[in-house]
């Protein structure tokens, strides 16, 4: 009898490619489990989706909970008697699974591979300055008009009373970008959340939260243990992690609460008070807020920059472009937006334009590539730690679910 | 025979029963064989034994037979607390620099013991690994072989070394002695320099230092060893209580990159035998057994059987990567039982590490010109005219070490001929 085994290349290379070439040298003693200080008692991990990754059984891991609860501490790394780097090889997994839960798919390879970097960046770069042509707001401001309008002007101006026509170029850039990974993150999350609860054979029960109960019960208190950072003090190898992720995860609320005020005040109250066209005052609270989360921004992500090219140096982390990838684009993200305004304040606006342009590129990548990127963590692995807290409670537990 | 012998003269270094085994082959065969050994005895990691496989003899049996054919055997000299210091020549005709450190017990003694009664400083119990503590003139052990007192000069004050020299009716204690450093010439060189356990001190996560409740499978040896520290009987260090539980952790610094890469081969059958210990004493005890893989080659497997069919015992498919310290002596163990995958805390009165073979020759063998694999076990080289026997060849248990001497000498008395 001769058995057609097919062995499953793609997963296998896409291992290979997000640094878990490491994954055959287990041998399954579990040390990695004990050692992880995430690991429950009665779902412990990595030592099992390491053994279903040599297995090729991809289609468990893509939605296995566990895969998305792992901080990459690598914790279990430094114990592994073989080298078989259990942290980098979930840290490949979850690159595998944000590509095979994302949509569309052809953007989701996209974002896979270093080699695609050119069309990665030429996308945004080539539509931002085709609506910039067509906007016809494509010169350079004169020194006054620079100071006064900075660079809301960029796209251009109308008199227009209701909708102000950089309002219009910027919304139809940046909310095709957020509806795109709005979209393929609902469906990712959907996705996963029916493939974590049939992995617990609970796919069908009667008695389900509401959305708000849901919210209150599971995803809120989620919420408040990833900005407590709780996991990440956990770890004790790698433990400089959380100087640079807790001041890039407030540098994101803060740039998200000033985004909102920017919209309301300039788009809505806009409307009536032309005034509220135009750069926020230094001295508003909320341009403070702007500029403290540039900062912690970049002081942030250096912080992390540092970090990962300090293990890539110890050999205590391997080279990753799905590693990397954020980690630019967040970079390129603070570094043009304070750039832009810098330049502003000094009134440079032929390089301040160019500068802004750039900006607008690594905000579009940064939205658009959110599902696909190691970004993607931010929804997926809030949604794993709310279903952690689903599955131990009495939803779960409850008889008449049984 | 003279310490320049002509050709055909075989060196062994290490007097373990391996080293034993190769100089008796030789010698037996017609070749002039010196033997040296670093220890104050000969009968090296078998003498530490309680019981040694294949058939669980106590190591009397088995040394005794030997150390006779070695003082019967007039082709063999015996050097004691003697090591190498340099080698030059080549296969046929080396020339091997030797050092002999100061035992201050000269060849009058006749282990009376009347030093030992009047010695009023201890040490630190080396041949029991620091179970308890002895007088610091000593006989190493109960059937140590030559049977003559050791001296640790540098552990007694000015007036227990007077008392102790006043104290011997023979004139044997010689407070005098120096470093002796001599030459030889031989024709090959056998490695039989054994192995050391594991320093369990290395294995962090594993927590050795932090409680008494942990302990090496060779201190276990020690402690059901009717001539070690607690007579035989199976009690905790420290308190000395009677372990109702006992948990066995496999692999501990064996077959891991961080510490040794290899399989120490024997601790499996070792832990197995150490059951049979823990059964004999306490047979209601409980037992777990932490494992990667059980490796039982051969016939032991039979061995293995019988144990694991035992209700008491249980074998969980998990390595034990962390240790904790209870109030009540004892400690608790965490692995993740890879068969049904969840984790387990076992808290237990006993826990022994089965710590591996760490070969003992070590960087100074480097040093010495002989060929070493990246383990640090000695390779045979009959260019080299050095070959390697027992647990310095590879991790093996007694019965292969046997084997492997008997190779070992065969090939190194063709180096003279």
């Known amino acids: ?402 | 025979m003279s310490d320049t012998a002509g050709n055909g003269a075989v060196l062994v270094v290490g007097g373990g029963i391996s080293g034993l085994t190769a100089a008796l082959e030789a010698a037996e065969v017609g070749n002039d064989v010196f033997l040296i050994e670093k220890n104050a005895y000969f009968g090296g990691r078998v003498a530490q034994l309680n019981q040694y496989f294949p058939k669980l003899c106590p190591p009397t049996c088995g040394l005794e037979i030997n150390f006779k054919r070695i003082k019967d055997n007039r082709r063999i000299r015996t050097y004691t607390l003697t090591t190498v210091k340099s080698i030059s020549g080549g296969p046929g005709n080396f020339e091997v620099q030797l050092e002999t450190a100061p035992r201050y017990v000269n060849s009058n003694c006749t282990a009376c013991g009347d030093c030992a009664q009047v010695c009023g400083d201890e040490i630190d119990d080396a041949f029991n690994f620091g179970m308890g503590t002895t007088k610091a003139v000593y006989l190493p052990h109960e059937m140590a072989f030559p049977r003559r007192y050791v001296l640790a000069k540098e552990a007694c004050s000015a007036a227990t070394l007077d008392a102790i020299k006043a104290a011997c009716k023979y004139n044997a204690v010689d407070l005098d002695m120096q470093p002796q450093t001599f030459t030889l010439k031989v024709s090959a060189i056998v490695w039989s320099t054994g192995w050391n356990p594991y320093d369990p001190t290395k294995i962090t996560n594993l927590q050795y230092s932090s409680s008494n409740a942990i302990i090496t499978n060779m201190m276990m040896e020690r402690l059901a060893a009717d001539n070690g520290p607690t007579k035989g009987k199976i009690l905790r260090p420290g308190d000395g209580k009677e372990p109702a539980s006992f948990a066995f952790v496999q692999c501990a610094g064996s077959r891991d990159e961080n510490h040794l890469q290899h399989c120490s081969y024997i601790c499996c059958m070792a832990t197995f035998k150490q059951i049979s210990y823990i059964r004999a004493q306490y047979p209601d005890a409980k037992i777990y057994v932490f494992y990667i893989d059980l490796r039982t080659p051969g016939k032991y497997e039979n061995f293995r059987e019988k144990f694991m069919a035992d209700p008491n015992t249980t074998f969980i498919k998990g390595k034990v990567a962390d240790i904790a310290a209870e109030r009540d002596g004892g400690v608790t163990v965490t692995a993740e039982d890879a068969i049904n995958g969840t984790k387990i805390h076992q808290k237990v009165d006993l826990c022994i590490l089965a710590t591996g073979m760490e070969p003992a020759l070590g960087e100074q063998g480097k040093a010495l010109g002989v060929t070493m694999d990246g383990n640090g076990f000695v390779v045979s080289d009959a260019a080299k005219g050095m070959f390697s026997a027992g647990c310095a060849k590879a991790a093996v248990d007694v019965y292969t070490s046997g084997q492997s001497s008997t190779a070992a000498a065969l090939k190194a008395i063709q180096i003279g001929r």
């Open chain 1, 1 to 402: 009898m001769s058995m057609n085994v097919q062995p499953d290349l793609e997963f296998i290379k896409a291992m290979k490619a997000a640094g878990g070439d490491t994954l055959k040298q287990c041998y399954q003693c579990a040390t990695c489990s004990v050692a992880c200080p995430l690991s429950s008692d009665s779902k412990p991990f990595p030592r099992k989706e390491m053994i279903l990754a040599q297995w090729g059984l991809k289609d468990k891991l893509i939605t296995d909970p566990n895969v998305f609860l792992c901080h990459h501490c690598g914790d279990c790394t430094e114990l592994c008697p073989r080298g078989a780097r259990p942290g980098d090889v979930l840290g490949a997994i979850r690159a595998y699974a944000y590509r095979s839960l994302g949509w569309p798919k052809g953007l989701a390879e996209l974002c896979s591979s270093a080699k695609n970097l050119p069309v990665l960046i030429g996308i945004p770069a080539v539509v931002i300055f085709v609506m910039w042509l067509i906007s016809g707001g494509m010169h350079i401001p004169s020194g006054e008009q620079f100071a006064k309008a900075g660079y809301t002007q960029f796209f251009g101006h109308w008199d227009f009373r209701l909708l102000a026509k950089n309002v219009l170029f910027i919304d139809i850039i940046m909310l095709t970008a957020v509806g795109i990974a709005v979209t393929s993150v609902y469906k990712g999350v959907s996705a996963l959340w029916q493939g974590m609860s049939a992995s617990i054979g609970q796919n069908d029960v009667p008695y389900r939260p509401s959305v708000p109960q849901f919210v209150k019960q599971f995803l809120w208190p989620a919420i408040l243990e990833i900005l407590e950072h709780k996991r990440f003090r956990e770890c004790t190898v790698n433990a400089d992690r959380v100087k640079g992720h807790r001041p890039l995860v407030f540098a994101f609320i803060g740039l998200f609460i000033v985004t909102c005020y920017s919209l309301f005040t300039q788009d809505v109250i806009g409307i009536w008070i032309p005034s509220m066209h135009g750069p926020i005052s230094m001295w508003n609270p909320i341009k403070l807020l702007a500029n403290v989360s540039a900062v912690a921004m970049i002081v942030g992500v250096g912080i992390l920059w540092m970090n990962r090219s300090k293990m890539e140096a110890a050999g205590k982390a391997a080279n990753t472009f799905y590693d990397w990838f954020l980690i630019w684009i967040i970079m390129g993200v603070g570094v043009t937006g304070l750039g832009a305004e810098i330049l502003r304040l000094v009134g440079i606006a032929s390089l301040g334009y160019i500068v802004y342009y750039l900006h607008l590129i690594s905000v579009v990548m940064l939205f658009l590539y959110m599902p696909y990127t190691k970004f993607a963590h931010i929804v997926y692995r809030t949604f794993a730690m709310a279903f952690e807290r689903y599955r131990d409670s009495s939803y779960i537990k409850n008889p008449l679910n049984g």
